[in-house]
């Protein structure tokens, strides 16, 4: 079942391109991982998504984006971001505690049970993996947690409005090597119920955890397969290169 | 209902968005349906050029040349003592002094910004007055120099402030690059430093300049309040903003004086405009 | 002979600190001043009491509740249009024309001329509202004098909370105002409640625009209603250092020093506010 799909999706800042006719079909409850070198727009792709590109100013678009059928700019744009959250590449607290951080959103939502927070809270840092490490500091500061803990935060905080697709952009790129397991074993069991996007510097992260690989390189979408075949035998040059290391 | 409320309070932080744009437009559109009803009874060129200013006599005569040239008499000499004083100081803070004292000057530089007006002419009064009346043997100490020395020390906050954040903000790079070359600190400043922050030190000196011409209380206090064109520095003299300050109270609703003292509100509104735009043109460069 | 450049630069380095000299010695004294001479007038009396004998003997107790109802309704005014201002500044504004007008418009408020103030206050809440000379009319003369003020050190403190908090709270659905109102401006409050406090005081220690707006030349009882004139503290200053002759040093002095500390005060708290926040800034 097609998620999310982009047909013909050119989108500029200014005057400068930063993405060519991009067409790409998003598969429900799949890991989609999009790897490139930087500046090739792979994270406008996915502030794309849930139109956080709509905040810069000098944003433009052309062709269309469909989420479930329904062109993502005529979604009442508050609930097309509850649909598709996104965890960023740095952990982005709120500055506030750990658990109105989970509640927040909810909140914003327009949830007032006490009880029904505290049970989804409860459920998203579980389904988070950081509930046993933080249930008895939940009235902290969100930044007294570490990187990972604090990355971890994140992903429970956007689990808990309740998404269909989550978006990571580089989810990893703060964290030390135990962090991103932890991390990278979340999204792996996050998969059965969620479909997610992940934009990833690190290519074997991208090999571990994608279903489908796309390689995004100067602003084009160069190839897009299951991910045996681009680390195994990628139909285009350029994709092997870059998977090899040879640039980016 | 949550959108409802949402789009009124958007609405509402719009209009107090624009309020800054009402009020300028509402105190000239005051100022001006006020301040025009002089010009029936007497022409733009006699009010601005006359040099008699005998508000209650009979017939009135409503010429504020007197008053121009006593605002400008204490606005020249303010600057000529605050300019170099308040950017030496400014350089002073922004290059030279070690970080602890730069925070102690600061502060020292924001303690005389919000000392009230009238209690810096109240101190004038009591100490400068009877100085300057010594030093030079006046009859009567209450001079436009008086005023220029007090009105120097409120024009020197904003000037030093201004100026501070202008050498601040030269690139540090420009002054390394001068180092490698063997300049000497000094050198650098003035050879580098200065020049590169010359337009913020400049709207600096504007904006001390505008509010010494709009000062009022100090000046009023200690500059002897007399409306004839002053021949010196030594003589009393009485600027615009003291003229409406002083006769306001006994100028009748809707008198040819109260006018009158509108059409001086006008013209330092226009000045002090004038100022503004230029100085903030100088700090963002475009409209 | 050549010219030494460490010599001009010690020449040069001493003129400037000669600068700085004149300006910071000056102030020092002047605040000294005021306090030593002042603190001999400063008595309970003085402070509770209303003025007597032609200003002569008393305290100045109806000007320091004058003032305090001048600047209570000025910052009431003044704060949420410059609060909701400077949110619209920094919030929604695009960088375009009317933008740059508003900022225009801002830095032409901050530099008029006190006294305009006070002609635009009378000719517009006095003679053409009606309010008289009362604390109303001074009161919003004053709130329209500090507002660039305020829009200016909100709109910083907004300007500070880092984007990313924004986009956060954007990326869970959160609507826009929700995000200005349970994060944005939380974390601006020290910043707004410091330009607040600068305004109280500039509101405090101004006289020009209460001349014919609100100021009673001698009035010892306390105010009744908004519509009523009032004594103020800067304006009392002016009136027995001025007006009345004979007035001891003493009860000028204290007067002074009563405005100062007023003043120095809330910039002191200011100060406070700022540095501790600074301090224990989560970001």
């Given at each position: 079942m097609v998620k999310i799909s982009a047909t013909k999706l050119n989108i500029w800042f200014g005057e400068t391109s930063v993405l060519r006719n991009i067409n790409i079909e998003i598969y429900a409850n799949e890991i989609l991982s999009i790897i490139g070198?930087?500046?090739?727009g792979k994270t406008t792709f996915l502030r794309m998504l849930n139109r956080l590109n709509d905040l810069t100013p000098s944003f433009k678009m052309q062709g269309e984006v469909m989420f479930e059928d329904t062109d993502i700019r005529k979604i009442n744009v508050e609930l097309l971001r509850k649909k598709i959250g996104m965890v960023f590449a740095l952990p982005l607290p709120l500055p506030l505690s750990i658990f109105d951080n989970v509640a927040y959103g909810l909140r914003m939502h327009g949830e007032r049970n006490r009880k029904r927070i505290r049970e989804k809270v409860k459920q998203a840092l579980t389904q988070g993996y950081l509930w046993d490490e933080v249930k008895d500091r939940l009235?902290?500061?969100?930044?007294?947690?570490s990187g990972g803990q604090q990355q971890r935060l994140c992903i429970a905080r956007t689990l808990a409005v309740e998404p269909d697709v989550i978006l990571f952009d580089e989810p990893c790129s703060g964290l030390d090597p135990i962090s991103t397991a932890k991390v990278e074993e979340a999204m792996l069991k996050l998969k059965k119920e969620y479909t997610i996007v992940l934009v990833t510097n690190n290519v074997k992260q991208a090999a571990r955890v994608g279903d489908r690989t796309a390689f995004f390189l100067s602003g084009e979408l160069v190839e897009l397969d299951k991910t045996e075949k681009i680390f195994t035998a990628p139909s285009d040059r350029r994709t092997d290169d870059y998977i090899r290391g040879k640039f980016g | 209902m949550r959108k409802i409320k949402e789009f009124l309070i958007e609405k509402l932080i719009l209009i107090c968005g624009l309020a800054s744009i009402f009020f300028v437009g509402l105190i000239f559109i005051f100022l001006l349906k006020e301040g025009l009803a002089v010009f029936k009874s007497v022409s733009a060129f006699a009010f601005l050029?006359?040099?008699?200013?005998?508000?209650?006599?009979?017939p009135p005569q409503l010429g504020i040349l007197p008053l121009i040239l006593g605002s400008l008499v204490v606005t020249v000499g303010a600057a000529i003592i605050s300019i170099p004083i308040g950017v030496g100081c400014a350089v002073y803070i922004a290059e030279i002094a070690p970080l602890k004292i730069k925070e102690v000057l600061k502060a020292g530089i924001e303690l005389l910004a919000a000392i009230p007006s009238v209690v810096l002419g109240f101190i004038g009064m009591i100490t400068l007055v009877p100085l300057v009346k010594k030093v030079f043997h006046l009859p009567t100490g209450l001079t436009a120099l008086s005023g220029s020395i007090m009105l120097a020390f409120m024009a020197m906050p904003t000037i030093v402030s201004i100026a501070e954040d202008a050498l601040y903000s030269v690139p540090k790079n420009y002054k390394e690059g001068a180092f490698a070359l063997g300049a000497t600190h000094w050198q650098t400043i003035y050879r580098v430093i200065l020049p590169a922050a010359s337009r913020g030190i400049l709207a600096a000196i504007m904006l001390g300049i505008g509010r010494v011409i709009g000062e009022t209380m100090a000046v009023m206090m200690i500059?002897?309040?007399?409306a004839v064109i002053p021949k010196s520095i030594l003589v009393p003299v009485r600027t615009l903003t003291a003229t409406i300050a002083a006769e306001m109270g006994e100028a009748v609703v809707g008198s040819e004086h109260y006018f009158a003292l509108f059409a001086i509100g006008i013209v330092l509104f226009v000045i002090s405009f004038a100022i503004n735009v230029t100085a903030d043109l100088c700090l963002h460069e475009r409209i | 002979m050549a010219r030494n450049p460490y010599r001009s630069q010690k020449i040069a380095f001493f003129c400037l600190l000669l600068a700085t000299l004149f300006i910071v010695v000056p102030v020092g004294m002047i605040v000294v001043v005021i306090i030593k001479k002042g603190i001999a007038g400063i008595t309970w009396q003085f402070l509770t009491d209303v003025p007597r004998k032609g200003m002569r003997a008393g305290g100045i107790f109806p000007a320091i509740v004058g003032t305090v109802y001048l600047v209570t309704g000025a910052i009431s005014f003044a704060l949420p249009i410059g609060l909701f201002a400077a949110i619209y500044l920094s919030e929604?504004?695009?960088?375009n024309f009317l933008t740059r007008m508003i900022k225009l418009a801002i830095v032409n408020l901050a530099g008029v001329p006190s006294v305009v103030y006070g002609l635009f206050g009378l000719s517009l809440f006095v003679v053409f509202f009606k309010f008289g000379a009362s604390i109303l009319s001074g009161a919003l003369t004053l709130g329209i004098m500090i507002l660039p003020l305020i829009i200016t050190a909100s709109r910083e403190a907004l300007e500070s909370v880092p984007a990313s908090f924004r986009e956060a709270s954007l990326s869970l659905g959160a609507s826009k105002w929700q995000t200005i109102r349970h994060i944005v401006l939380p974390n601006a409050v020290p910043g707004i409640l410091t330009g607040t406090i600068l305004g109280l005081g500039r509101a405090a220690g101004e006289t020009a625009p209460i001349l014919f707006t609100a100021a009673a030349f001698y009035l010892p009882r306390l105010p009744h209603s908004i519509f009523d004139q009032v004594m103020a503290l800067p304006y009392h200053l002016y009136v027995i250092s001025t007006q009345v002759p004979n007035v001891d040093e003493k009860i000028r002095y204290g007067t002074a020093l009563v405005l100062v500390f007023l003043v120095l005060v809330m910039n002191l708290i200011a100060v406070v506010i700022r540095y501790q926040f600074r301090k224990k800034k989560k970001w």
């Open positions: 070198p930087s500046n090739s009235p902290e500061s969100a930044f007294k947690l | 050029g006359g040099s008699k200013w005998y508000p209650i006599s009979e500059t002897g309040n007399a | 929604y504004a695009k960088g």
